[in-house]
Every structure is written in structure tokens, then in C-alpha cells.
């Protein structure tokens, strides 16, 4: 079972003016897959508090979700604090998910989101909108099982030519 955890970074959330609806829907799509919520927080646009729970998260969970915080307004800072805690990059899952979503909305080229492994664990930013959380979760969610796998060391060759 994959453990994951789901980060809302969202100030009027945080603050309380706003209900988390981008959340709980994450939240219930990963319930229904192959994965379990372990972890599940609402903070706010603070790239100091976002690094500290992700590098939190990353240390017990398979699969970090954020959600919001990824577009070009100057408290969105999620891609930034995710960049200075991620060891490697994984550019073709947000890549994926631009490109699944520039077919419903050209505001998806505006997303800043990035993916990455620290440790054993898989962080990808999602959007802030329900929308677009939703589509660039289920755009992505086939490949997940088996990154973590991989991640995990789990598959065997990775893909490697058995003739070399």
C-alpha cells in the first residue's frame, strides 16, 4: 500500500475563510486508488513552513501531494520550496500534466509545478483549483503505482536491457 500524504498550502484556507474543497477531493481520489492517506494539513504560503512539512512528510510517506500555491502571484511560493528540498527532479509528470491541461484551459501554461524524490519519497505540486487538481491528479494517477515502486526499488531492471 502506498502511504500518502496531501498538503493544502493556501493562506484563506489556512486562515479559515475558505474551505479546502481542492483537498478533500484529492484526498477521496487517492482513498479510492491504490494508495491510503496517511497525512493529510492545511498550511499557509510560507516557504519556510511548506519546506519544513515536506521534508516532515517525505520521511514517512511514499507520495507527497501539495496542492496550491503553484501559479505566478507573489505568495505563490509552493514550486519554489519544493525546488530547495527535492534531490532530483521528475520535469515529465508536471510536463504531463500541463500538457493534458492546455487542452481544456491555456491558463495551464501559468503553472510553476514541479515533481521530485527526496529520499524515498515522490513530492508533486497540484493546483489550487478544484478543476485542476481533479484533472492533474487523474492525468497522472496510472503512473504513480509504479513510480513509487521504483522509487522503492521495487522493480527489477527498472527497464534495463537484460543483453548488455
Sequence with gaps: MIK????????????????????????DMIQRSVATVTDYEIIADEKSMIKKRLISLSEKVDLVLTIGGTGLSPRDVTPDATLEVIE??????TEWMRAEGLKKTPHAALSRAVAGTRGGCLIINLPGSLKGARESLETILPLLPHAIEVIRGETLNCGARSDR
Excluded: F, H, N
Excluded at 9 to 27: F, L, M, N, Q
Excluded at 88 to 93: A, C, Q, S, Y
Design 4 to 27: 500518502v500524504a496531501v498538503l493544502t498550502v493556501s493562506d484563506r484556507s489556512y486562515r479559515g475563510e475558505r474551505e479546502d474543497t481542492s483537498g478533500g477531493a484529492i484526498k
Design 88 to 93: 532530483r527532479e521528475v520535469p515529465g509528470i
